[in-house]
C-alpha cells in the first residue's frame, strides 16, 4: 500500500539484517505497522500493531475477507472524510472510513493529502485498491492489535521492529504529538 512513510523499498536491504538470527518460533512483531510494507515480507509468527484504529480495522477487514467499494468517487470520498473529521455522521464503520481513506487520498496519506482519483492517463485509487489487494495473502496470518506502541504486549524474545514517525515532519493520525524521549526510554526498558 503506498502509505506515508513507507518503506518498501527499503526491505530487501533492511530484512536480511533484522532477521538474521531469527529462530523458527521467535515472533516478529512491528509496534509501527502502517501500509504493512515490512511485515508482508516475512514469514512465520507475527504480531502488528499501530495507535491508528481505522488502518487496523483495514486490514482486519481484508484479512475476514470484506466486501470492498471499487469505485471511490469523490462525494464518497467526502462523506467518509465529514465522518472522519466528525462533521456529519453517514454511519460508515471504522472499516469503511479506512478503506476510503487511504484508498482514495494522494500518496495513502489518510484525508490529510486529499482526494487522488483520475489524473491523465492514471487512476490513482485503482492504483491504490491493486497494490493493496496484492498484500491480502501475506497478511492473512497476521496478530493486528491497535494501541500506542507501549501498551502492545510483545512476547519475550521477540524481534521488533519500529518504523516510527520522523522527528521534525508531518504528524500521523494520532491524539498526541510523538514524543521521541520517551520512545526510547521505551526502547530501552523492552530491549532487556
Ligand atoms: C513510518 S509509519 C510506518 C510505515 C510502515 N513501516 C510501512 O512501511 O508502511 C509510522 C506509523 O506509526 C503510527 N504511529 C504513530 N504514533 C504511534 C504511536 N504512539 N503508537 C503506535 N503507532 C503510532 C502511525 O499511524 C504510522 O502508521
Redesign the pocket.
Known amino acids: 500500500?503506498k502509505?506515508?512513510?513507507?518503506?518498501?523499498r527499503f526491505?530487501k536491504d533492511l530484512l536480511p539484517i533484522i532477521l538474521k538470527d531469527r529462530t523458527e518460533e521467535q515472533y516478529y512483531v512491528?509496534?509501527?505497522?502502517?501500509?504493512?510494507?515490512?511485515?508482508d515480507k516475512v514469514q512465520g509468527k507475527r504480531i502488528a500493531?499501530?495507535?491508528?484504529k481505522y488502518?487496523i480495522a483495514l486490514w482486519k477487514g481484508l484479512q475476514q475477507g470484506r466486501g470492498l467499494i471499487m469505485e471511490i468517487p469523490k462525494e464518497l470520498y467526502d462523506q467518509a472524510r465529514n465522518q472522519y473529521n466528525e462533521i456529519k455522521n453517514h454511519n460508515f464503520d471504522d472499516f469503511t472510513i479506512g478503506w476510503i481513506g487511504f484508498m482514495g487520498s494522494f500518496n495513502g496519506r489518510f484525508y490529510g493529502g486529499g482526494y487522488s482519483g483520475k489524473h491523465k492517463n492514471r487512476d490513482y485509487v485503482a492504483e491504490q485498491i491493486r497494490n493493496t489487494l496484492k498484500q491480502v495473502e501475506a497478511i492473512k496470518d497476521i496478530d493486528f492489535h491497535n494501541?500506542?506502541?507501549?501498551q502492545?504486549q510483545i512476547p519475550k524474545g521477540s524481534i521488533v521492529y519500529c518504523?516510527?514517525?520522523?522527528q521534525g515532519t508531518k504528524?500521523?493520525?494520532?491524539k498526541?504529538k510523538?514524543n521521541h524521549d520517551k520512545?526510547w526510554q521505551w526502547c530501552r526498558k523492552v530491549s532487556k
Open positions: 500500500m502509505y506515508m512513510g513507507s518503506k518498501a526491505a512491528e509496534p509501527f505497522v502502517g501500509g504493512c510494507n515490512i511485515i500493531s499501530d495507535s491508528n488502518l494501541c500506542n506502541y507501549d502492545l518504523d516510527i514517525p520522523y504528524q500521523y493520525d494520532t498526541d510523538f520512545f
